[in-house]
């Protein structure tokens, strides 16, 4: 069997919170900047509005992890994740697909749909292996906090706060 360090070491060993949340942050902007210098209406905006919208539940997740619960990536990305990433696609469903053009908004959403496909895939992967090996994950993010704890003076600094 695969090691949980091992399937959650992109995001807790590569990205970490702050490459996970420059990722969120670009792909805001981008989609902020296509819904002002577009006036494409309709199915088109309405999906991005929408399906885009959506993801700002990461940033809460992520201040509330960091503040109250583990502070670990792939925690924000098994718990907000799939409440993003499900809704998203029922809402590309209710269009139909309908929602790409050659617009700023119809551009972000085939980005979109990439990234939220890629993420998606490797979401439904982690969040059944999360379900399946609950008392293994909470271990190994155990584990991490004391291996963070010691290398960093993590612990200290929120301490002092």
Known sequence: MIETKHIFFMEDRIFKM???Y???T???IANFVALIVDDTYGAVRTFNVLGNGLSVIYTGSAGFNAIYGNDTPSTLLVIPGPIHQYAFWVIFA???GDVFSNSPIGVMNYISCIIVGLFSVDMVF???YVTLNTKTYLKYV???KLELEGSSGVEESKSDA
């Open 18 to 20: 702050p490459g996970l």
């Open 22 to 24: 420059l990722l969120w």
């Open 26 to 28: 670009c792909i805001y």
């Open 94 to 96: 209710y269009f139909r």
């Open 126 to 128: 982690k969040t059944w």
């Open 142 to 144: 155990q584990d991490r």
